[in-house]
């Protein structure tokens, strides 16, 4: 059983998950968090328990160095993210068919993933990142690398090398034009951390089958209110593209 399983990245670091039962138990849907967040985000509770009373199991994850989770916080960032979920994957039973939810820099992990990995059969982002090199500058323009924190975060700190890495993907595009997943996008219209032109961007580039849902008036973070929209667009999508 999926819940049984230890799941460690290639460095043997243990991740901490939880698992949400669903009727489908050849389907597997993988959630993931943005930065400085874990698995415990409302948002991401939400999605799963929405999901999995719609028969889809759901299996929330904190990727290294985030919440329960083994690793350096300072060593998180989207490359080694996107390996911590590859390694979850290869974890994975093979006649378990995935599809993968990010959000925010989860949202990029999973991009990245997704143009390297077969197995991942549906793809959702919420608010996706997609212009790194900008979201650096934008959020963490002033702040010292190595010195300074995230948002005054202070389990948070930003470290050169979250930096480097996401200066040096500088974009997602490309990424976004090799993934062969159907690719469902979800971005509020007032989000100020990862602004909506972040997923016209990717929704341009995206090869079809591709949607984007706008949640008119919401941030970042999205509300409560906005919880059961976002349940049923996911449910639709894969309704369509995961059964």
């Given at each position: ?62 990727f290294s160095g985030n919440g329960k989770s083994e690793g350096d916080f300072r ?18 039973p093979d006649e378990v068919e995935i599809a993968y939810v990010g959000h925010s820099?989860g949202g990029a992990v999973g991009i990245m993933a997704a143009a390297e990995e ?126």
């Amino acid at each position: 059983m999926i819940e049984k399983i230890d799941f460690r990245n290639r460095q043997g670091e243990k991740l901490d998950t939880v698992f949400h039962p669903g009727e489908r138990e050849e389907k597997l849907v993988i959630i993931g968090h943005g930065v400085t967040a874990n698995l415990d985000r409302p948002l991401l509770k939400a999605i799963a328990d929405g999901l999995a009373q719609k028969g889809w199991p759901c299996l929330r994850l904190s990727f290294s160095g985030n919440g329960k989770s083994e690793g350096d916080f300072r060593e998180s960032n989207i490359t080694k993210e996107s390996e911590d979920l590859a390694d979850v994957i290869e974890l994975i039973p093979d006649e378990v068919e995935i599809a993968y939810v990010g959000h925010s820099m989860g949202g990029a992990v999973g991009i990245m993933a997704a143009a390297e990995e077969e197995r991942i059969k549906v793809l959702t982002t919420l608010a996706g990142m997609v212009h790194t090199a900008e979201f650096v500058e934008r959020e963490f323009g002033e702040v010292t690398p190595d010195e300074g924190c995230m948002w005054d975060e202070k389990d948070c700190p930003l470290s050169a090398e979250f930096v480097r890495d996401l200066e040096l993907i500088g974009d997602m595009l490309l990424e976004i034009e090799r993934i062969e997943a159907p690719y469902l996008l979800i971005h509020g219209t007032a989000d100020d951390v990862v602004p909506p032109s972040d997923s016209e961007d990717a929704l341009e580039s995206a090869a079809d089958p591709k949607h984007a849902v706008w949640i008119e008036g919401a941030g970042h973070m999205f509300s409560e209110e906005s919880y059961e929209e976002i349940v049923d667009a996911i449910n639709d999508w894969f309704e369509e593209h995961f059964e």
